[in-house]
């Protein structure tokens, strides 16, 4: 199955899915990462797997809509079947995420529908909870809003900081994102009228 993966920034998760690739454990091939910021550590990592990069810049468009009908055409010359979010830190237009509709992945960092947007490790500690954790889900026009495929749960601890918490959080993600992807490329996992299914089970 080819996929195409847009990050960022480190692109941990994206080391993740390139790991799965190349062990085998994924049936995927990832045929670009595409970036929209230039210079980031996940670009290296997926030249070092010797896989296709394009950076498209936002800073270099006056709108939303004109960044995302760039993106749009970057992503579509690789004709991928699953588009992957790994860090990737922008808000999508409507048109953009209905293109895309049942075929876009994103991970983030909360049990969603808890904490949707940014800060979300702090936002867990200044609430108080006790547990905390991260969510693979379908991209829709809700903003952190679309159907969960998984989520993975760690526990808050009293001398946690955010960014304890967010290391805790990233081992998780590198474990549910691949499986995520696994299960997509499989044929297990899809949505149907805004609900995510695994084996015919609704969500
Ligand atoms: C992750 O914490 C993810 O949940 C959030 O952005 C971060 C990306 O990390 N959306 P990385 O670039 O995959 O290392």
Do not use: C
Request: charged share 20%; glycine share 6%.
């Amino acid at each position: 199955m080819r996929v195409v993966v847009l990050i960022s920034g480190s692109g941990t998760n994206l080391q993740a899915i390139i790991d799965g690739q190349q062990d085998g454990s994924l049936p995927i091939k990832i045929a670009a990462v595409i970036s929209n910021k230039p210079d980031v550590k996940g670009l290296q990592r997926a030249e070092t797997a010797n896989i296709a990069t394009a950076v498209v810049d936002h800073k270099q468009f006056e709108s939303r809509e004109s960044f995302d009908a760039a993106l749009q055409l970057e992503i579509d010359k690789h004709q991928p079947q699953l588009v992957v979010l790994a860090g990737f830190m922008r808000i999508l237009t409507p048109a953009f995420t209905a293109h895309y509709a049942g075929k876009m992945l994103n991970i983030h960092p909360s049990l969603l529908p808890k904490y949707q947007g940014l800060h979300t490790h702090q936002r867990a500690i200044d609430a108080g909870d006790s547990i905390h954790g991260v969510t693979v889900h379908f991209v829709t026009a809700e903003l952190d809003g679309g159907p969960a495929a998984i989520q993975a749960q760690v526990k808050i601890d009293s001398n946690d900081t955010a960014d304890t918490l967010a290391a805790k959080v990233q081992v998780q993600e590198h474990i549910i994102y691949p499986l995520a992807v696994k299960w997509f490329a499989e044929g297990r996992l899809h949505m149907q009228a805004n609900q995510a299914w695994l084996d015919g089970k609704a969500l």
